[in-house]
C-alpha cells in the first residue's frame, strides 16, 4: 500500500514504540485526588522547563486555554487577542461561553502585535467599557505560518501591561519549537507571563494532552475549572508518560522538523502556481497560495490526496504543510514531486 504524506498538522503524529512502552508500564493513580504518581512527575517537569512554580495537565491545548483564561479573568472582562490567534479562531467561542468575557482582535503583522497597538486597544477607566483584563499572545504564531514571537517585542508588551495593571497569557501550544529555533531558553520567555501553556501531541509528539504553568494560586484556580469543563480525570498517568517521554526525547529533535519544513518551502517556491516567501519559514509550518488561473486550494488538496499526500487548504487562496516526526526528508521530497505533477496540470 502507498504511504501518505500526511502534511495537514503535527497533531497527527502517533506514538512511536518506546512512547508506548512507557505509557503501558506507566505507575497510576486517581489523579482526581492527586495520587496519580505520573502525573504529578509530568506537572513538575514541566513547570521546571518553564520557570514557573506549578502545571496541571489537560486534555488539550483549548482545555488549558480556555481554564487559564477563567482563572485570570471575571465575566464582562475584555481580553486583546491578535485576530488570527487560536483562541479567538478556533476555540469554538469558548471565552465567551466559559469566561464571559470578550474578545478584542488586533490586526498583526504574521500573529505578533506591538506594544503600541497593545496599549492603544487598553480600555480608559469608564462605567461605558469593558475593563481591560488580559493580554494573550501566541508563539509560535499558527497563522502565522509558525511565526516565533520577537522577544524584545514581548518584553516592551510587559512594560505596557505592568504601567496598566494587565496579565498576560502565553498560547505556548509550539513554544518548545520557537525555544529550540532561536536556542532561548524557555524561561527566558516565560518569565514575561503571568500564565502559559504548551501543548504535548503537537511536534513533541504525545497522542494526548497540553500543560497550563503559572503560579500555586492561580495553578490550584485552574485545578478547579479544570473539574468544572469536565477534564478530571483518573488514572491519567498511561497518557501522562507519553508527555514525559516526550519531553526527555522529543525537544532537540524538533530541528529536524524545522529543516524539513524549510526543504519544502524551497521547493515550493520553485513550483508554478504557488505563492511562497522561504524566508518566512521560522519553525515547522510552511504556508503557501495557489496563484490566480490555477485550480482552488480545496481542488489542489483534493489532488494531492489522491497523490496520497495530505495537505490543508486554509482560507482561500491559501494551503498549510505542517511537518512533525512522521514526516522524513525523504517524505517531503516526495510531497514535492507530487505537488509539480499536480500543478503542472492545475491550470485553468
Known amino acids: 500500500?502507498?504511504?501518505?504524506?500526511?502534511?495537514?498538522?503535527?497533531?497527527?503524529?502517533?506514538?512511536?514504540?518506546?512512547?508506548?512502552?512507557?505509557?503501558?508500564?506507566?505507575?497510576?493513580?486517581?489523579?482526581?485526588?492527586?495520587?496519580?504518581?505520573?502525573?504529578?512527575?509530568?506537572?513538575?517537569?514541566?513547570?521546571?522547563?518553564?520557570?514557573?512554580?506549578?502545571?496541571?495537565?489537560?486534555?488539550?491545548?483549548?482545555?488549558?486555554?480556555?481554564?487559564?483564561?477563567?482563572?485570570?479573568?471575571?465575566?464582562?472582562?475584555?481580553?486583546?487577542?491578535?485576530?488570527?490567534?487560536?483562541?479567538?479562531?478556533?476555540?469554538?467561542?469558548?471565552?465567551?461561553?466559559?469566561?464571559?468575557?470578550?474578545?478584542?482582535?488586533?490586526?498583526?503583522?504574521?500573529?505578533?502585535?506591538?506594544?503600541?497597538?497593545?496599549?492603544?486597544?487598553?480600555?480608559?477607566?469608564?462605567?461605558?467599557?469593558?475593563?481591560?483584563r488580559l493580554v494573550c499572545l501566541e508563539n509560535t504564531h499558527n497563522r502565522g505560518g509558525g511565526k516565533i514571537y520577537p522577544l524584545g517585542e514581548i518584553v516592551r508588551i510587559r512594560e505596557i501591561a505592568d504601567r496598566y495593571g494587565l496579565m498576560m497569557h502565553l498560547d505556548g501550544a509550539r513554544l518548545l519549537n520557537a525555544v529550540v529555533e532561536s536556542e532561548i531558553p524557555a524561561p527566558d520567555w516565560t518569565q514575561f507571563f503571568d500564565s502559559v501553556i504548551i501543548c504535548l501531541s503537537k511536534g513533541l509528539g504525545a497522542p494526548v494532552g497540553s500543560m497550563v504553568a503559572g503560579g500555586v494560586d492561580f495553578i490550584e484556580e485552574v485545578h478547579r475549572y479544570r473539574k468544572m469543563f469536565g477534564g478530571g480525570w483518573r488514572q491519567a498517568g498511561i497518557l501522562a508518560a507519553a508527555g514525559i517521554y516526550a519531553l526527555k526525547n522529543n525537544i532537540e529533535r524538533l530541528a529536524e522538523d524545522h529543516a524539513n519544513a524549510r526543504l519544502l518551502a524551497d521547493g515550493l517556491a520553485d513550483i508554478p502556481g504557488i505563492i511562497l516567501s522561504p524566508e518566512e519559514v521560522e519553525t515547522n509550518i510552511v504556508i503557501f497560495a495557489i496563484q490566480e488561473g490555477y485550480l482552488s486550494s480545496r481542488q489542489i488538496s483534493d489532488r494531492l490526496k489522491a497523490g496520497y499526500v495530505l495537505i490543508n487548504p486554509i482560507e482561500p487562496p491559501r494551503m498549510r504543510a505542517v511537518t512533525h516526526l512522521d514526516v522524513s526528508r525523504e517524505d517531503c521530497l516526495g510531497a514535492l514531486k507530487v505537488m509539480r505533477e499536480v500543478m503542472a496540470e492545475a491550470k485553468r
Open 1 to 132: 500500500m502507498e504511504k501518505v504524506i500526511d502534511l495537514r498538522s503535527d497533531t497527527v503524529t502517533r506514538p512511536s514504540p518506546e512512547m508506548r512502552k512507557a505509557m503501558a508500564e506507566a505507575e497510576v493513580g486517581d489523579d482526581v485526588y492527586g495520587e496519580d504518581p505520573t502525573v504529578n512527575r509530568l506537572q513538575e517537569m514541566v513547570a521546571e522547563l518553564l520557570g514557573k512554580e506549578a502545571a496541571i495537565f489537560t486534555a488539550s491545548g483549548t482545555m488549558a486555554n480556555e481554564t487559564a483564561l477563567r482563572a485570570l479573568t471575571h465575566p464582562g472582562d475584555e481580553v486583546v487577542v491578535e485576530h488570527t490567534s487560536h483562541i479567538y479562531n478556533y476555540e469554538s467561542g469558548g471565552a465567551a461561553a466559559l469566561s464571559g468575557v470578550q474578545l478584542a482582535p488586533l490586526q498583526g503583522q504574521r500573529g505578533v502585535l506591538t506594544a503600541e497597538q497593545i496599549k492603544g486597544a487598553i480600555r480608559p477607566p469608564d462605567h461605558h467599557y469593558a475593563p481591560t
